[in-house]
């Protein structure tokens, strides 16, 4: 049984790419799509802001000369390349999803439209929003604070490498321990990097806990829904 009725998942695009140094692994794709499929058809309406980190970031195009605006923008639009892959892989596992976009894309995706993903989620199906919050200088962290909230989720489950928050970084500190679950308050105190500061203040603001939990951990996402012990909660 799960715990939660709508969900809000963060996959970033490092997610996609699995061990490869770039663009998206078909089989992690796949894998991935298995265990969001398993989730769905519990009956669990779900949402997905997709990142675009394994294409191109802003910060590195910025860094390289860019035009730091222009460079979100390229950002944005890796963002959906990543969804229309996602929507793509779902189709073939059966799961009928949409692709949402923050920037216009008539041809490819429909825009985001509030009412319509919410009817999308009522009726089953897998809203895929892409383009970020359509606004450089933003990241896909603070689009799934943002849609999470407006869509009225429960919680944002922000899928990593790792399978949760650490005292320490495990890589560097061999006595480091995970957090079951740790408050906004104490993550912060803590400096704990959960999520980007923005992202983590309307999460906070808007009383919306986040779950940090590996995605290529078997099974760790239907674990994560049914509210059993998996990954970091933050909660208020
Ligand atoms: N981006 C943006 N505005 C947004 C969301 C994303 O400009 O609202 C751009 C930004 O350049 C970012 C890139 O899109 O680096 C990819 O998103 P992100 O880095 O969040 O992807 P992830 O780390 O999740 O793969």
């Given at each position: ?9 963060k ?128 990241t896909t962290d603070t689009a799934a604070a ?12 922000k ?36 999520m980007d500061?923005t992202a ?37």
């Open positions: 049984m799960a715990a939660y009725k709508r969900v809000l998942l996959l970033s695009g490092e997610a996609l790419m699995g061990d490869d140094a770039y663009g998206i692994n078909r089989t992690v794709i796949e894998s991935m799509v298995r265990d969001i499929a398993e989730v769905v058809r519990s009956g669990v309406e779900m949402a997905i802001v997709i990142g675009g980190g394994n294409i191109f970031r802003g910060v590195a195009g910025g860094a390289a000369g860019m035009d730091r605006a222009t460079a979100d923008y390229m950002g944005m639009l890796a963002t959906l390349m990543n969804g229309l892959a996602l929507q793509d892989a779902m189709k073939h596992a059966g799961l009928v999803a949409r692709v949402q976009s923050a920037l216009r894309v008539d041809q490819v995706a429909e825009p985001y439209i509030r009412p319509k993903a919410l009817r999308y989620l009522e009726e089953g199906k897998v809203v895929i929003f892409a383009a970020g919050t359509g606004n450089p200088f933003f943002l849609r999470g909230s407006e869509i009225g989720a429960e919680i944002v489950l899928a990593t490498k790792v399978d949760g928050i650490y005292t320490a970084d495990p890589k560097k500190d061999p006595s480091s321990t995970m957090y079951a679950k740790i408050s906004f308050d104490e993550a912060i105190a803590r400096n704990l990097q959960v500061a983590f203040a309307l999460c906070r603001d808007q009383r919306l806990p986040i779950k940090v939990f590996s995605i290529f951990k078997q099974g760790a996402l239907m674990r994560v829904v049914r509210g059993e012990d998996e990954g970091t909660l933050v909660h208020l």
